[in-house]
């Protein structure tokens, strides 16, 4: 499984590309907004920080509009991929873009056959939203489910399975067994997934013995 970091925080999005983890960043209007920066110096700078894909998220809400957005974008830097809502306009844009051959990632995703019309508009990535479907009550990853397996049914489906919205390490490890391809993982999920009490007891225990091995240092 592919891991995407999803922030606008360059200082954590450079914590974790140092850890040699990162496969891509994901942003969205909001992380842009919290950021505190212009969109253009934060997804500039995102992209000289890690080489996989960044998403940068349209806000148009026309297709010829986002198309004059996403072809800006697009000329930033090589790894920009285009992030566009699930919406006709957005399909459409998605379209246009795939056969230009822009990158994109169809976001806003909360069903398997939005997922369908997705991977036929020719998305690169489609970014269900788990997180906020378990807000609802309902099963997330039971969505994860569905996508994965109805575009395993066609092989000539490439469209990448990115789920988004991930609350806890949970939903990684869920998402994996599903055989989803890429998460995109808050900082905070990111440090608890490397956790685990019985490791942190574990190097203590033999960084203790260590001190008894003679000539050690
Ligand atoms: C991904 O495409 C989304 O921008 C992000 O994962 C949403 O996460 P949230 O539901 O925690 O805002």
Same mark, same amino acid.
């Given at each position: 499984m592919k891991f995407f970091i999803?922030?606008?925080?360059?200082?954590?999005?450079?914590a974790a590309a140092a850890i040699g983890?990162?496969?891509?960043?994901?942003?969205?209007?909001?992380?842009?907004?919290?950021s505190g920066r212009p969109f253009k110096d934060v997804i500039v700078e995102i992209c000289e920080l890690v080489d996989g894909p960044v998403s940068a998220e349209v806000t148009a809400t026309e297709t010829e509009a986002m198309l004059?957005? #996403? +072809?800006?974008? =697009?000329?930033?830097?090589?790894?920009? @991929?285009?992030? *566009?809502?699930?919406?006709?306009?957005?399909l459409r844009a998605c379209k246009t873009l795939s056969d230009e051959?822009?990158?994109?990632n169809v976001t806003l995703c909360f069903s398997a056959n939005q997922a369908l019309l997705a #991977? +036929?508009?020719? =998305?690169?990535?489609?970014?269900?939203? @788990?997180?906020? *479907?378990?807000?609802?009550?309902?099963?997330?990853?039971?969505?994860?489910?569905?996508?994965?397996?109805?575009?395993?049914?066609?092989?000539?489906?490439?469209?990448?399975?990115?789920?988004?919205s991930i609350r806890h390490p949970r939903h990684v490890t869920d998402a994996a067994l599903i055989g989803a391809d890429v998460a995109t993982v808050p900082p905070s999920v990111i440090d608890k997934m490397f956790k685990h009490p019985m490791t942190d007891i574990g190097l203590e225990k033999f960084l203790a013995d260590w001190e008894d091995v003679p000539g050690a240092s």
């Open positions: 999803d922030t606008a925080d360059t200082d954590q999005i450079r983890v990162l496969d891509g960043v994901n942003t969205n209007p909001s992380l842009i907004a919290k004059d957005e #996403a +072809r800006e974008y =697009a000329s930033w830097a090589d790894n920009v @991929i285009i992030k *566009l809502p699930l919406i006709p306009e957005g051959g822009v990158g994109t #991977a +036929r508009a020719g =998305a690169t990535y489609i970014s269900p939203f @788990i997180g906020r *479907l378990d807000d609802l009550g309902h099963e997330g990853m039971d969505v994860i489910a569905e996508i994965v397996t109805a575009y395993d049914n066609y092989p000539e489906i490439d469209t990448e399975v990115l789920v988004a």
